[in-house]
């Protein structure tokens, strides 16, 4: 029996690939760093704010950054696949990761809205 895969990715697509992921990734680090600029404001002009809103906030768009970091570098894998076998390899490894990443990025949120409600009972 050949080890040799019976269905190849040509390079060709493969590039593309690449280079559609390093565009959007591109595309997206220009909106965030607007996003941020936005958020930056928008949190100085809010002074009554609490420090928990805050801080969830914050905790939120770190997620949020690090879910869509993650996705790029899912894409960048997946487009430098070889085979139909490798492609299922990848997909298989970042369902398992995004996985314990949601479970873990749950557990925080969870707790800082128990700390959010236990200053709330405490004012």
Request: net charge neutral; hydrophobic share 40%.
């Amino acid at each position: 029996m050949s080890d040799k895969p019976q269905f190849e990715f040509p390079e060709a697509v493969r590039e593309l690939a690449e280079r559609n992921v390093e565009q959007a990734r591109s595309a997206y680090n220009q909106f965030v760093d607007m996003a941020r600029k936005v958020q930056d404001t928008v949190s100085a002009s809010q002074g009554a704010m609490t420090s928990s809103a805050v801080e969830m906030q914050s905790q939120i768009s770190k997620f949020a950054e690090q879910n869509i970091q993650a996705n790029f570098a899912f894409a960048t894998e997946l487009s430098r696949a070889r085979d139909l076998k490798e492609y299922m390899e990848i997909q298989q490894r970042y369902a398992q990761k995004q996985m314990q990443a949601f479970a873990h990025q749950a557990h925080l949120l969870g707790r800082l809205v128990a700390e959010a409600a236990q200053k709330a009972q405490n004012r």
